[in-house]
Structure formats: C-alpha cells, structure tokens
C-alpha cells in the first residue's frame, strides 16, 4: 500500500521541493533539577 | 509519518553563507548519533540536533571547500536534497555553529 509520492512541483516562480527539517535547536534552559 | 516535518519551499535560498567559504565555530562540539549527531556550543550553550549524517560530514568538511555548493558536490548527496540542505546549513550559520573561514 506503499504510495510513491510526487515529491516536487513545478511553478511558474521557481521550482518547490518538498523540505527535509535536517537542523532542530533544542532548549535546555532551566532543565538543571528535572528528572 | 512521511510529510509531518516537511514544507514546500523554493528551490534556492538567499543566505550569505552560500557564498564564501565557512567552517564550523571551535567551540562547537559534535557529538556522533544514530540519527546524525548533537552539536553543542561552549559558547552560546545552544544544542542543535543534526538530523542526518549526511549534513554531519557536510558540516565537518565545510571549510574544505570554497562554497557550499562545492562542498555538497564533494559529499555525493543527491542534488535533490540540496535546497534541504542549503537551508540546514543558513540555519546553522544564524544559530553562530558555522563561522566565516579567514582566507
């Protein structure tokens, strides 16, 4: 059941690729204490 | 969960780190995972989840190469996952891990 999705669209602007998320900032504030 | 953490966007972004040559801050430290790897700056204190080893070994060898492009020609990723790319590494420029190489 595995669907091949289009993973691109053309406009007529610019080419859209679908985005991986590569980067995440993670807060460690105030977590000194948590257990 | 295909498409959960993904979004549309162009193609080519306009960041000043895509021009230039830049490595990655001494006082940012990476730590390997199986997903990729942590960062964490000495600095700042910021810890950054990179997301795919791929990116890790971009960031690693970035100040090898004269741009990012050049670089991302050099790793063998599929151009494809460029723009992804791209963005990951303007992130990362914004966030003070990567630095402008001196000449």
Known sequence: ?35 | MRGLLTSLVPSTIDHPVLSGRWQLHPQVALRPEPFGALAYHYGNRRLTFLRSPDLVELVRTLGDHASVDDALQASGVDERRWPSFRTAIASLADGDLLIPKAA
């Open chain 1, 1 to 35: 059941m595995d669907e091949q999705l289009d993973t691109t669209e053309n406009t007529d602007d610019s080419e859209l690729v679908e985005e991986e998320l590569l980067v995440e900032e993670v807060s460690i504030d105030g977590m000194c204490g948590v257990y």
